[in-house]
């Protein structure tokens, strides 16, 4: 019993020292990271992922719970096409970047912090949860996905676009269109530290993520890479990681 005891305070510890870590590689990647998302949003890469965001949620006006918002890209997006927007980060300087990016594009958003995997909103308060290149950070992937299962209306829709970072390492990019263009070497070797400290990077996804939510009951369709699709501006070029869309119903 004290032995199991151990392990369990040892693991919280772990995840809570993590958690403090990416929250501040995040705050401090915020500025850099609000220029690229604004850049994304002013350009061809804005339309098409309206686009796909029409043509997943197509009711109007939902009340949507946008999970790592950070600068606030899908957040604005989904307010413009008419929806009631929550976006929710544990970056407080992120939230502070989404704040500005919304009230400089004219929607009306609620911005919160908050951990992805353990929420305060009640049960069933959200018609979909959206989050972009979200759980590949996350400490417990499985807690997240339960949480947001949680806070899901009945036939309510998950939209999770990641990639498979796992097995990547990362690098210092020079070409001045890469999306990842400029950041110090010292971050990229933090983000390579932190990545390959969490469980999801040992997952092969996101085959694992759709026998998972499928465990929890969901419905659940899988796009192996919709990165064609958004990542349509020639000025910009991303990672060559196919960007999946998993489309996870309650």
């Not at 990647?29 to 997943?56: I, M, T």
């Not at 992937?141 to 498979?164: C, H, I, T």
């Not at 759709?210 to 192996?224: F, P």
Request: a negative charge; aromatic letters at 8%.
């Amino acid at each position: 019993m004290k032995s199991n005891l151990l392990q369990r305070e040892v693991a919280y510890e772990q995840e809570a020292r993590l958690n403090e870590q990416i929250e501040a590689y995040w705050d401090e990647r915020s500025g850099d990271f609000s220029r690229l998302r604004l850049k994304e949003l002013s350009g061809p890469c804005g339309a098409a992922w309206s686009s796909v965001l029409a043509e997943k949620l197509p009711a109007k006006s939902l009340r949507v719970l946008d999970v790592g918002t950070g600068a606030g890209f899908l957040a604005i997006l989904l307010a413009k096409l008419g929806h009631r927007v929550t976006g929710v980060d544990m970056s407080g300087e992120m939230l502070h970047q989404a704040k500005q990016n919304a009230l400089a594009a004219g929607c009306s958003v609620e911005f919160c912090k908050e951990n992805a995997q353990v929420l305060s909103f009640a049960g069933e308060s959200f018609d979909a949860v959206v989050t972009r290149n979200l759980t590949w950070t996350l400490p417990d992937v499985m807690e997240a996905y339960r949480e947001w299962q949680r806070v899901l209306k009945p036939g309510g829709l998950l939209l999770n676009f990641d990639s498979d970072y796992g097995m990547v390492s990362f690098g210092q990019k020079d070409d001045p269109i890469d999306v990842h263009a400029g950041i110090r070497k010292e971050l990229v070797t933090e983000c390579n530290d932190i990545k390959d400290e969490l469980m999801i990077s040992t997952h092969r996804r996101p085959a694992w993520d759709k026998v998972y939510l499928e465990s929890l009951g969901m419905q659940v369709t899988v796009e192996e890479d919709i990165g064609p699709r958004v990542h349509v501006d020639e000025k910009m070029q991303f990672d060559k990681v196919p960007l999946f869309c998993i489309a996870a119903r309650k």
